[in-house]
């Protein structure tokens, strides 16, 4: 996991920690939080804040040497957990684990931190093996628990820990930090983004990207419909995307298209007009194909491509 980065909406839980911990720190606190709010970055600070020795206001002083070990990213007295490579899970071993980790004294400053990230990633055994040590925490220990989904967690950890709430981002706060990421958006898009994201900064960045990705997958098309461009370049185009990725891409599109033809909305859409006729066809014959592939059919998704790149440059326009 990388180094923490700070955002404006962590400011206001970060004033609160500052002053509900200046003493006295809990055992156990669980930052609970929605997607798209950074909360892991926020529990690497809150770490980071633990360890270092200033212990001024509450904040990582950068200087101590403490925070030299944090900057270098191999504090001793700081354990991550998380899903193993490749896993989805954290199992029990790896709970196991941290309690020699928790029961060892510190080997820099007062305590050692632990951060559990996704907390509800634990299966049921690693849950319980963590409430055991949750119940009776070594003095010097300090555990971390983050949660995009706090709801998922054992009732009896979340009670065993002190819970604090990253809340949605206040659009004075989120609104020109995601302009700087975006500066080529428009004030509109950039408030379609923060509403459709529900005020959330990280995910209105990602809804951006996916967007920005989407609408260069067009132009693609469109020049290769156009007959402007190589297959070469429509094949390149695809080649980081799953056959799933595209065939739902495409379902997407097709029916915005189909229902634009049919008079439906009045969408303005990039697609020349065809026979409403057709892109049904090729709708069906996609939705046909998506159900193949759920049902564990193997495509060859060049060819696939290849015969969807020829069917979509046939396409008849209409007359109107
Ligand atoms: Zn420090």
């Given at each position: 996991m990388a180094s923490y980065l700070m955002y404006p909406w962590f400011v206001p839980l970060q004033q609160h920690m500052a002053r509900a911990f200046a003493e006295r720190q809990p055992a156990s606190m669980l930052l609970a939080s929605q997607r798209g709010l950074g909360v892991d970055e926020l529990a690497l600070w809150l770490a980071h804040a633990?360890?270092?020795?200033?212990?001024?206001?509450?904040?990582?002083?950068?200087?101590?040497a403490a925070c030299k070990?944090?900057?270098?990213?191999?504090?001793t007295d700081f354990l991550?957990?998380?899903?193993?490579?490749?896993k989805k899970q954290i199992g029990i071993d790896q709970v196991r684990e941290l309690l020699p980790f928790a029961m060892t004294s510190p080997m820099v400053g007062q305590r050692r931190v632990i951060f559990i990230a996704q907390a509800q990633l634990m299966n049921q055994a690693a849950a319980n093996a963590l409430l055991k040590v949750l119940e009776e925490p070594p003095a010097k220990a300090v555990f971390i628990l983050s949660s995009e989904r706090p709801g998922a967690l054992l009732p009896t950890i979340r009670s065993r820990t002190v819970r604090l709430d990253l809340r949605p981002a206040l659009p004075e706060q989120g609104l020109p930090w995601l302009q700087q990421q975006l500066p080529a958006v428009s004030a509109d898009q950039l408030q379609s983004l923060w509403s459709q994201s529900m005020a959330r900064p990280l995910l209105a960045l990602a809804l951006a990207e996916e967007?920005?990705?989407?609408?260069s997958l067009q132009q693609v098309a469109l020049a290769w419909m156009g007959q402007q461009q190589s297959l070469d370049q429509w094949l390149a185009a695809y080649k980081d995307w799953t056959m799933d990725e595209v065939l739902s891409c495409w379902l997407q599109w097709l029916s915005a298209w189909l229902a634009r033809d049919l008079g439906l909305v009045a969408d303005k859409l990039p697609w020349p007009p065809v026979e409403p006729q057709m892109l049904m066809q090729l709708y069906d014959?996609?939705?046909?194909?998506q159900q193949g592939l759920q049902q564990g059919q193997n495509w060859q998704q060049q060819a696939w491509l290849i015969d969807f790149a020829w069917r979509l440059r046939r396409l008849p326009r209409s007359v109107n």
């Open positions: 633990l360890l270092c020795q200033d212990g001024q206001d509450f904040a990582p002083c950068g200087q101590c070990l944090w900057q270098a990213g191999n504090h991550l957990l998380q899903p193993a490579e490749g967007a920005a990705k989407q609408q014959s996609l939705l046909l194909d």
